[in-house]
C-alpha cells in the first residue's frame, strides 16, 4: 500500500472518530433536554401518562385490577434514558368522576408491576453470577485436563495433538462464555434491575380533571 492510500485511509478513521464524538456528545445533549422538559419545580422527573381518553386503565382480562400492559410499555418507553439517579413521578391524569377504588387498584397494580419486575431482574442477576462461576470451574477444570493430556504426551511421546487441542477449544469456549456473562449480561442486567427499582420507588401522583 502506497504513501496516498495510507494517508487517506488514516484521514478516513479520523474523520469517523471525529463523527462519532460528535454523535456521542448531540445523544448526550438529547438526553439532558429531554430530562430538564420534564422535571418540574420538585426537581423531580414527571411522566405524565393520560388516562383520561379511555373508559378503563385496565386489561379487559383482568376483572379490572390490573393495569393494561400498553400503559406500562409507555411509561418503561418514556423513562428509557432517564438517570436512575434522578427522582421520578408518574401523574396518572384522570377524569373527574375517577373513583376512589379506582384510584386504589391503579396504585396497587403499579407498585405491584414494578416491585414485581425489580425482584424478577434481581434474581437474575444472583442466577447469572451462579451460571458464571459454574462455567467458568468447568472451564478450568477442562483447562487441568488439556495440561495433563499435553504432558502425557511429552511422557509417552504420543500424538494427541488433535485430542488436546480439542480439549483446549472447550475449555476456551466455557471460560468465555462465564467471562462474557460476569462482564457484560451482568452489566446489562444491572441497568434493567435499576430501572425496575426506579420505577417501583417511583411517587404516584392521581391528577383529577378541573
Known amino acids: 500500500m502506497d504513501k496516498n492510500k495510507k494517508a487517506a485511509l488514516k484521514a478516513e478513521r479520523k474523520e469517523f472518530q471525529r463523527q462519532m464524538s460528535i454523535l456521542f456528545k448531540e445523544n448526550m445533549n438529547i438526553t439532558d433536554r429531554y430530562i430538564e422538559s420534564i422535571k418540574e419545580e420538585d426537581q423531580r422527573a414527571h411522566i405524565k401518562v393520560n388516562l383520561r381518553n379511555v373508559d378503563s386503565p385496565f386489561s379487559i382480562y383482568s376483572n379490572g385490577c390490573i393495569l393494561d400492559q400498553s ?34 387498584d391503579l396504585r396497587i397494580s403499579y407498585k405491584a408491576h414494578y416491585h414485581i419486575a425489580y425482584e424478577e431482574k434481581r434474581r437474575s442477576i444472583k442466577t447469572n453470577r451462579m451460571i458464571s462461576i459454574i462455567l467458568m470451574v468447568i ?48 452489566t446489562l442486567k444491572k441497568i434493567d434491575t435499576f430501572a425496575a ?5 417511583a411517587e404516584v401522583n392521581i391528577v383529577r380533571e378541573k
Open 71 to 104: 400503559i406500562f410499555d409507555y411509561i418503561d418507553g418514556r423513562t428509557e434514558h432517564i438517570r436512575s439517579s434522578m427522582p421520578l413521578s408518574i401523574d396518572f391524569l384522570v377524569k373527574k368522576d375517577f373513583s376512589q377504588k379506582t384510584e386504589d
Open 139 to 186: 472451564g478450568i477444570l477442562v483447562l487441568m485436563l488439556y495440561a495433563t493430556v499435553e504432558i502425557l504426551n511429552v511422557i509417552f511421546n504420543r500424538g494427541g495433538i488433535i485430542l488436546s487441542e480439542l480439549i483446549s477449544i472447550v475449555a476456551w469456549v466455557f471460560i468465555w462464555e462465564a467471562t462474557d456473562k460476569i462482564f457484560f449480561e451482568s
Open 197 to 201: 427499582g426506579q420505577l417501583a420507588i
